[in-house]
Nanobody
Framework: QVQLAESGGGSVMAGGSLKLSCVSSEYTHRTNCMAWFRQAPGQEREWVATLYTLDGTTAYADSVKGRFTVDQDSAYRTLYLHMRNLKPEDTAMYYC???????????????????????WGQGALVTVSS
């Protein structure tokens, strides 16, 4: 497992922007899939986005497509989630996650499945008010 640490959460008005960061203890390209999930109070954890770290391919939940962007820094140590045009329904604790190193390319087939990710950060709270 890798150690992951999120930062960048906060409170914004609807229509605002935030950028979440997730610093990894290992190079991000050593774990092929890294993802963002979120969990609102009283709700189940929801997949948000996944980055295939080797070539930059991305996938997004329909609820955030066109508003959120996931990428990594050029040093391959930090995963980002750029969020714009935020809505009150985006309010949640956001978690970054990584799959086991030996999962390889097959991680993409189950990119939305939380159970395949074995490393999780502590979460960053995002609150969007109307």
């Amino acid at each position: 497992q890798v150690q992951l640490a999120e930062s960048g959460g906060g409170s914004v008005m609807a229509g605002g922007s935030l950028k979440l960061s997730c610093v990894s203890s290992e190079y991000t390209h050593r774990t092929n899939c890294m993802a963002w999930f979120r969990q609102a109070p009283g709700q189940e954890r929801e997949w948000v986005a996944t980055l295939y770290t080797l070539d930059g391919t991305t996938a997004y939940a329909d609820s955030v497509k066109g508003r959120f962007t996931v990428d990594q820094d050029s040093a391959y140590r930090t995963l980002y989630l750029h969020m714009r045009n935020l809505k009150p329904e985006d309010t949640a604790m956001y978690y970054c996650a990584a799959v086991p190193r030996d999962l390889g390319r097959q991680c993409w087939a189950s990119l939305m499945r939380a159970a395949q990710y074995d490393s999780w950060g502590q979460g960053a709270l995002v609150t969007v008010s109307s």
